[in-house]
């Protein structure tokens, strides 16, 4: 099998889950990759966006709620909790400039993560942080703040040279900034990433029977 590419979060959301339920998250890999991207399955897409536009154009505020004001009713509760506490946050990049951002990749084990931060800001005392937006209702768990923090930080002189990464658990105004250090990380993820790769191999090749 030739090396496989997912995206930081779907690394992690693999590295969470145990046992049957790691087939259930292959299986939804395997799945986002052979189909069209489709906006309508980006449950975040519209605030996500509306957020970065917010960032480019200089009055959050305004751009903000006319982004809620437009939000489909079936996601207009979540999209309000997310920004209030981006508006929350938003105090901390008062007087920052922002910074282009890039893909970067970290590779293991046959198995390559993309990281591309959501936005980057570089302070008056000219450190630059990279920072990643965590949207779910449910509470990012400091383990896997801490797996993606490394993995970000592993990628960061192609995605971002020079910056610190940063997870934001938006809805709580969490930011997670320590970078897990030591030498069990990188066997950690190696292991985990040739063991995700092993059972994409073992889900094709059942599909392919």
């Known amino acids: 099998m030739s090396t496989i590419e997912l995206p930081l979060?779907?690394?992690?959301d693999y590295l969470r889950t145990r046992g049957a339920a790691r087939v259930e998250v292959a299986h939804r890999h395997i799945t986002q990759s052979v189909e069209p991207y489709s906006p309508a399955r980006d449950f975040y897409r519209r605030i996500l966006?509306?957020?970065l536009a917010a960032r480019r154009s200089g009055d959050?505020?305004?751009?903000?709620?006319?982004?809620?004001a437009e939000a489909p009713p079936s996601r207009r509760d979540n999209y309000e909790a997310v920004v209030s506490g981006w508006l929350k946050f938003l105090p901390q990049l008062t007087d920052t400039e922002n910074v282009p951002v890039n893909t970067g990749r970290w590779h293991g084990a046959g198995l390559t993560v993309r990281v591309t931060p959501h936005l980057a800001a570089r302070y008056l005392d000219d450190r630059v942080e990279?920072?990643?937006?965590?949207?779910?209702?449910?509470?990012?768990?400091?383990?896997?703040?801490?797996?993606?923090?490394?993995?970000?930080?592993?990628?960061?002189?192609?995605?971002?040279?020079?910056?610190?990464?940063?997870?934001?658990?938006?809805?709580?105004?969490k930011?997670?900034?320590?970078?897990?250090t030591g030498g069990d990380y990188p066997a950690w993820l190696g292991a985990e990433?040739?063991?995700?790769?092993?059972?994409?191999?073992?889900?094709?090749t059942v599909a392919a029977d």
């Open 60 to 68: 959050d505020r305004t751009v903000l709620r006319h982004a809620l």
């Open 193 to 204: 990433a040739g063991g995700y790769r092993q059972l994409r191999r073992r889900l094709n």
């Open 130 to 173: 990279a920072i990643f937006l965590y949207f779910k209702a449910d509470p990012l768990p400091r383990k896997d703040a801490a797996a993606m923090l490394w993995l970000a930080a592993a990628a960061m002189p192609q995605a971002c040279p020079g910056a610190k990464p940063v997870i934001l658990d938006v809805r709580r105004g």
């Open 49 to 51: 966006a509306a957020i």
């Open 9 to 12: 979060n779907g690394f992690v």
């Open 175 to 180: 930011a997670y900034r320590d970078i897990p």
